[in-house]
């Protein structure tokens, strides 16, 4: 089983470019979750999808679009890119969203660079 | 909604020493504390947790204590090895559909 999936592994986008971040999971895991990591600022949750067919804003959505497409896949779209948003970007995903039913299982990460 | 603080933001310990982590949850009704270790450039991965009816869980090295009387929960690693260097990230639950809440995390070095 390969977990978690991210593409790409690295971007480089220019100001105002868009662009979709993908994740895919092979875990029949209900919930998946976006979040960014900046040097010391940890992990902060952009958007979630608590189950097919939801998603729900986190702590720091603006700029940011997602979409659930399926329970394996959930997408992360940028679509005016800005050198606020060079980030880290995980995806993880659990088997339920609250309570002890979401150890969270994260994928390797994306590489933003917005210039 | 819940809010987690962890502390210290960064800690030092010499190899074999033991090293302590503690993590702060405001929602009483949080019921479960995962403990995430990220090596440098790689995933946060999920090393040990602990449900509101446990006090105490060992997992070898490392161990997780709560006290949900005060709110707090603690990641201590006995016999630390270089390996060990890492950033930790604690996180506290409350059921229904709220996602975890993760601490800033705390940079560990374990000096060889």
């Known amino acids: 089983n390969a977990g978690v999936t991210q593409t790409p592994k690295f971007q480089v986008l220019k100001t105002g470019q868009s662009m979709t971040l993908q994740c895919a999971q092979d875990m029949n895991h209900n919930s998946m979750y976006w979040y960014r990591q900046d040097p010391g600022m940890g992990l902060r949750l952009i958007y979630y999808s608590a189950s097919e067919g939801t998603t729900d804003k986190g702590e720091v959505p603006n700029g940011y679009n997602v979409s659930r497409l399926n329970k394996r896949e959930f997408s992360l779209r940028l679509e005016s890119a800005a050198p606020s948003q060079t980030s880290v970007y995980f995806c993880a995903s659990s088997e339920r969203t609250g309570g002890s039913n979401q150890p969270q299982h994260f994928g390797d990460g994306t590489r933003l660079s917005i210039l | 909604g819940e809010n987690v603080e962890q502390h210290p933001s960064t800690l030092s310990v010499q190899e074999g020493d033991s090293a302590v982590i503690k993590c702060t949850y405001s929602?009483?009704?949080?019921?479960?504390f995962p403990w995430y270790k990220q090596e440098l450039g790689k995933r946060p991965q999920l090393i040990i947790d602990?449900?509101?009816?446990?006090g105490e869980k060992k997992d070898q090295r490392i161990a997780v204590t709560l006290n949900k009387t005060a709110k707090h929960f603690s990641l201590h690693i006995t016999e630390t090895q270089p390996e060990d260097s890492a950033v930790y990230f604690c996180a506290a639950s409350i059921s229904g559909n709220t996602p975890l809440v993760f601490g800033k995390g705390t940079r560990l070095s374990v000096i060889a």
């Open positions: 929602d009483s009704a949080s019921n479960y």
């Open positions: 602990i449900r509101s009816n446990v």
